[in-house]
């Protein structure tokens, strides 16, 4: 066990260097007047900052759910079929496209907590993330969602469990980060000039829009904010996407001498932004194109849905991969101690009590 803790150790510090070799020796200026969305970029980072903080997706577990069912709010975000088929006691059914009412005709501030529930956690950490940078600083997603919370649910991620055939074909090559460029151009219908007014109007278009954790029986057309490993790899994926890995830097490498996936960290093409500060407006937001879609992988999706969140809001065409790296490589998260706590695992579902019907 000793030895297994050393080389834990000297990976970690590898990495950490690693990571320092993988940052562009640009020290970017914020390009560009303020335009739409360089208003709102500085009225998030003004606010606190949510998305580049380490409260970034505000992930909340079971266990404290449970212990605290007379305190908070939890609000149901599955459709109303899953809801009827089992809910948390208590929990409240709405849709996300009613969040914004819900939210504006009722007063928070009352609950110590409100909890957003979704089937995996993705669609609720999206969710939260537009509400947190609008300024609700209470809310929360209820970590990998009902299937954490009961093993009846658990089939929503555990019939995900897969190793990608294109691992084999995965590198440890670096692509180097996109050059600087502009803002994305956002327009907006408000006559209002009140920046908060202008995000008002945004967030409640994509809560609109939705985040459909059950893309795979949609059109591919009709996917908004989302996107599934098959959606995404064909033999030109790379000329219509820019890839994402969203994550710490042995995400993205896979190392070690007598690392079975040694070699095999990441799908050809993919880059490598590190959550809490490389998609600050001072650091490398703008090598983010606007001539292509940007999809977005991390451990296990409700990071990458995060990231979507408040790419979309600027005006990126950002998309979420379902699941991320659960799907890619599950094998290898689960090989690597660093990256095994991401993973959904059969002991993360509590078996806590459920409740049917209306």
């Avoid at 297994?4 to 990571?19: A, G, H, P, R």
């Avoid at 829009?209 to 030109?236: A, C, K």
Wanted: glycine residues 6%; neutral net charge; charged residues 20%.
């Amino acid at each position: 066990m000793k030895i297994k803790k050393i080389i834990s150790i000297l990976l970690t510090s590898i990495m950490l260097i690693l990571q320092g070799c993988l940052e562009s020796n640009v020290i970017p200026e914020f390009n560009g007047s303020m335009d739409n969305a360089s208003q709102m970029l500085t009225y998030f980072e003004s606010q606190g900052d949510f998305f580049n903080s380490m409260d970034c997706p505000a992930l909340i577990e079971a266990d404290e759910v449970n212990s605290n069912l007379q305190n908070y709010l939890i609000l149901d975000v599955r459709d109303s079929a899953s809801f009827r088929s089992g809910h948390i006691n208590g929990a409240i059914s709405i849709l996300p496209r009613d969040l914004w009412a819900y939210f504006k005709q009722n007063n928070m501030d009352k609950y110590s907590k409100v909890v957003l529930v979704s089937k995996t956690g993705q669609s609720s950490s999206y969710y939260v993330t537009l509400l947190r940078l609008y300024g609700l600083s209470n809310i929360y997603s209820l970590n990998f969602g009902m299937a954490s919370w009961n093993d009846d649910f658990a089939a929503a991620w555990k019939d995900h469990l897969k190793n990608s055939v294109l691992m084999r074909s995965y590198t440890n090559e670096v692509t180097n980060m996109n050059s600087m460029t502009s803002l994305p151009l956002v327009s907006f219908r408000t006559k209002s000039k009140n920046i908060k007014d202008k995000v008002e109007e945004r967030i409640s278009d994509l809560l609109l829009q939705g985040f459909n954790e059950d893309l795979p029986t949609v059109n591919y057309s009709d996917s908004g904010p989302v996107i599934t490993e098959d959606q995404l790899f064909n033999e030109d994926y790379l000329s219509n996407y820019y890839l994402i890995c969203y994550g710490s830097a042995n995400l993205y490498m896979a190392l070690g001498r007598y690392n079975p996936y040694s070699g095999l960290g990441h799908p050809k093409g993919a880059v490598l932004y590190d959550p809490h500060s490389s998609l600050k407006s001072n650091n490398y937001l703008q090598t983010l194109p606007t001539n292509k879609k940007i999809a977005i992988y991390c451990y296990n999706g409700q990071y990458s849905a995060s990231a979507a969140a408040y790419l979309r809001l600027l005006g990126y065409d950002a998309k979420s991969m379902l699941f991320g790296a659960y799907v890619l490589f599950y094998d290898r998260l689960e090989y690597d101690a660093m990256l095994s706590k991401f993973l959904f695992r059969k002991d993360l579902s509590n078996n806590f009590p459920y409740v049917t019907g209306n």
